[in-house]
């Protein structure tokens, strides 16, 4: 998917809702236990309930692959199930030195077809290089996570006091352009956010942290906003998980049109849609 699609259906649906399809066996309904593939059921029914809202779905792949080869058939299904002018984005951190990368891309975008991939920047330039070379597919890079441990690195200054995640940032945006990286950006840290904006202006970001984690929406679209929009905001469990009784799907649709409508009000209030 180009940029200009991603933008058009921002605009159409009035929403920069990312779902994440986070499936885990132990929170699904019962009765879904009982069918032949309880991921691909439980996750058919969240897309047909959500699709509406949605301008992207995010599986985290360690829900997936945890179960080996069953798990993996479910992910290509549930991709496959994804309406294709909807993003994908194949949650999976990869990023390794040389032909490991590029068959890590081989994976996520020939096999899989995904539009997108989560990758770790911090092996440099020839790790991350190979997901570039697909055309209109997009990496999506670790910039400013919103975890306890992110301290531990991203925040830690050079003797001229700039935070890594900065220096990583002006280094990896010079690889690609806005039209093929985006990168991954906390809501719970929404000074951050506004750091991040500020030195890589044109990129969408992809900002996990949102409703159950804690995130504010409002504090999102007030630091990372661009003219293009420039988000897409991620909610998983406070989505996937509003119900785990037979109603699960109609419960998500619920929450996922609650968070539409507020998206909505944003991009009238910026302007961005009448």
Not at 214 to 236: I, T
């Amino acid at each position: 998917m180009t940029r200009q699609e991603l933008i058009e259906q921002i605009r159409l649906k009035e929403s920069f809702l990312c779902v994440g399809l986070d499936t885990d066996l132990s929170k699904m309904p019962v009765h879904l236990l009982e069918t032949e593939d309880p991921i691909f059921e439980f996750n058919k029914a969240i897309i047909d309930a959500t699709k509406d809202f949605a301008v992207a779905y995010k599986p985290n792949i360690a829900f997936y692959e945890c179960y080996g080869p069953k798990g993996w058939e479910s992910l290509k299904k549930t991709i496959d199930y994804i309406p294709k002018n909807i993003f994908t984005i194949a949650d999976a951190k990869r990023g390794d030195i040389g032909n490991t990368s590029t068959y890590y891309a081989k994976t996520f975008f020939d096999y899989l077809k995904c539009d997108s991939v989560t990758v770790g920047p911090y092996m440099g330039e020839d790790s991350v290089t190979p997901f570039l070379e697909f055309e209109n597919k997009w990496v999506i890079l670790l910039a400013l996570t919103s975890n306890k441990g992110a301290l531990d690195f991203q925040m830690t200054q050079d003797s001229h006091g700039e935070e890594l995640f900065k220096k990583v940032l002006r280094k990896s945006s010079a690889w690609g352009s806005s039209e093929n990286i985006m990168y991954v950006v906390g809501a719970t840290r929404a000074e951050g956010i506004g750091e991040v904006r500020k030195l890589v202006p044109d990129h969408f970001f992809l900002v996990p942290g949102v409703g159950a984690q804690g995130g504010s929406l409002e504090d999102v679209a007030e630091y990372g906003w661009n003219e293009d929009c420039g988000l897409l905001v991620n909610s998983s469990r406070g989505i996937i998980y509003a119900s785990q009784g037979a109603d699960f799907a109609n419960a998500a649709r619920i929450e996922a049109e609650k968070l539409q409508k507020e998206m909505s009000k944003i991009l009238q209030t910026k302007g961005f849609i009448l």
